[in-house]
């Protein structure tokens, strides 16, 4: 099929390349010319495992192209998405500009019969909204219909997430687009629900929201943990062995960040309190988040007591393992944090530190040192803030050489409890 796909984030960049994967025709489009440019000489803006040999391929075979005209990508294709931002406001609720906007550029330039899917994540009824905008504007009456297909994807795992979903959602009850949605994703074997627009709308918000606080159930239940001497991580495996509950999203640390967990869960709040419902169970799930950070940095001064003129090796940038994302990242508001309490930092991670010296400039007290083994040279402790898996095969007698004390905080529950103790490290992690 003909595919145009409007924006390339995360979202629209991997979708596009998966849809081209299992042989759809597929023009991405961007209004930044020189991302555009970039892409169509081959370089990739982020890093996502796959995509760097993914989109060359497609690009010389012909299946994938990109450009910065809405005209050009819409005028070919039988169904067109929006992929574009939906950032968070002040109040907590999301900015739909990106959206609108793109749906009256759509509507100026759609001269026949269009599918038009909202793939962006977005509040319950912004498909209404799109419809209306779309009917407005269009000068030429074609008919059209508005689907709303959220996006269940990971960063650091997209490709993998989109060629093997564990669902797929669409959100609209017309025969037309539904016919054509299924045979767009017949390649992809998945299970296909189909739901009314709003249904799909809040699927998205309800299941993020919900891993948001599966994350803040067990970062509760660490406090617990170390409370009374348990292990979180074996009350972690010994719940998540029950079926209904399983064991991803259980891992206690210094709580959710990145692009999508607090910015959503915001929203949802948002939504709901403009449809008069206090979501509370929502509020606690951030106030556990928020909580969980204090208590890490109260647990580094305890230990350090006064960290003006300390050195802290801090390894992990990137609001999580497997990406160069650093937007809302708990490991650089850990940085943030510490700087502030006087702290000199080394930081280290294996693909955050270009983009994190945008919101952690390098200065005196800020190195960025580029091999993770030496990021704990003349340091007074090391501290893990990103669950990135190579940092379990740190040398971890250099590190203890290397540091003034053989202090390590792990607040992401990467090393190994009592293989730490016969190191000779003072070890503290989350809830074990
Ligand atoms: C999340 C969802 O998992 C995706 O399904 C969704 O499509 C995406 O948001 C989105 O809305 O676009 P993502 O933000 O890429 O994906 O990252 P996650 O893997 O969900 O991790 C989010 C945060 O939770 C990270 O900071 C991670 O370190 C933290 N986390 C995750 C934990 O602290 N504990 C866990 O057990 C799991």
Redesign the pocket.
Known sequence: MKLCIIGTG??GLVSGTCFAEVGHEVVCVDNNPEKVRQLQGGSIPIYEPGLEEMIPRHVREGRLRFTGSIAEGVAGAEVVFIAVPTPPQEDGSVDLSFIEGVAREIAACMTSYKIIVDKS?VPVKTGEKVAETIKRYNRAKVDFDVVSNP????????VE?LMKPDRIVIGTLSPRPVAAMKELYAPFNAPIIITDIHSAELI?HA??SF??L??SY??AVSVICEATGANVVEVANGMGLDRRIGR??????????????PK?LSAFIKISEQLGVDFRLLREVQAVNAAQMDRFVKKIVDTLWVLKDKRLAVLGLA???N?DDVRM??AIELCQRLLKEGASLRVHDPKAMSKAQAVLPPSERVTYVEDMNDVAADCDALVIA??WPQFAQLDLERVRGQLTHPILFDG?NLLDKAEMERLGFVYKSVGR
């Open positions: 995360y979202v994540t996006e269940f994807l990971r960063e650091g795992f997209a997430d998205k299941a993020n891993l948001a599966k994350i067990i970062n991803q999203f259980l891992n206690a640390g210094l709580g959710f960040g990145g692009s999508c967990f959503d609001f999580k393992q990406t990242s708990p990103t669950e992401r």
